[in-house]
């Protein structure tokens, strides 16, 4: 069992700049007092598309990906919150900096919650180990590294959707879980839908795992198996093409009602 030994409840969140991430924080906040939020500059490069049917799938994507998170994510902010924490606000590639470890030992944190960043370096992790969790949106069992809520509709493996809490270790996605579930599917979900609901029962696990560590009841378990890596490189325009004709060709929707039957 994973102790609080301090009387103030300390917590730091990092995050990406997605709607998303705020999503992530303002349910967090609405739960618990935050004291710091850290917000990293996060976006995907545009990559190199080998066709023109690669080129409209990666705009594919991102379109409706921004199109279904302004419509869905944004009312999701109209929330009251505990408090207004210290907000700042990091460059792509500079979480790991000297900078921000030195702001991060100024606040004192005793429990970091993660979603979205680069992966921590060991300037960081070395200072606050078995204080950092992340919310994965999904299963690191069989799903690690980027993208793991893509990937299983990818491969057709749509009984491994979900989301974890894990404590952040040197492996990536490697460390002992706080919490993890499958998602629910439905006959009308596609990949926006499905990406969604990771996010959503990942950070209701993650305001649960803040809840049982505050009233000392946290318990964490080791992985079973250590899963797949997918890298960032990974999720490209060919990858998510292959996904573009599951959702249009109806194979998706097949292979969802096969899941749920």
């Given amino acids: 069992m994973l102790k609080n030994t301090s ?14 991430h705020q999503h992530f924080l303002f349910q967090l906040n609405s739960k618990h007092r935050i004291s710091a939020v850290f917000i990293e500059q996060s976006k995907y490069p545009q990559p190199i598309a080998k066709t023109e049917n690669e080129k409209d799938a990666w705009t594919w994507f991102f379109e409706r990906r921004k199109t279904f998170e302004h419509e869905t994510i944004t009312p999701t902010l109209n929330i ?17 900096s000297l900078e921000i470890l030195t702001r991060l030992k100024e606040i004192s944190p005793d429990f970091i ?23 994965h949106v999904g299963i690191p ?34 460390g002992k879980i706080a919490g993890a579930k499958l998602i629910t599917l439905e006959p009308a979900d596609n990949e ?28 964490l378990k080791e992985q079973k198996q250590v899963g797949t890596l997918y890298k960032m490189n990974e999720f490209n325009p060919a990858a998510i093409l292959k996904v573009k004709n599951m959702v249009e060709s109806g194979e998706l929707k097949l292979e969802i009602e096969t899941v749920i039957s």
């Fill in 7 to 20: 009387n103030e409840k300390n917590l730091v969140v990092l995050i990406g700049d997605g709607l998303r």
């Fill in 80 to 96: 009251n919150t505990l408090n207004n924490p210290d907000v700042f606000h990091v460059k792509k590639n500079e979480l790991n």
């Fill in 113 to 135: 919650a993660c979603f979205g960043t680069g992966i921590l370096h060991e300037r960081i992790l070395s200072n606050y180990a078995n204080c950092i969790f992340n919310l």
């Fill in 141 to 174: 069992e069989y799903y690690r590294g980027s993208s793991c809520n893509f990937w299983p509709i990818y491969n057709g493996d749509l009984k491994n959707l979900g989301a974890t809490v894990h404590i952040i270790e040197r492996g990536i996605d490697t």
């Fill in 192 to 219: 926006q839908t499905i990406a969604w609901k990771t996010i959503q029962v990942g950070t209701q696990l993650m305001v649960e795992t803040i809840d049982k560590w505050k009233r000392e009841m946290l318990y």
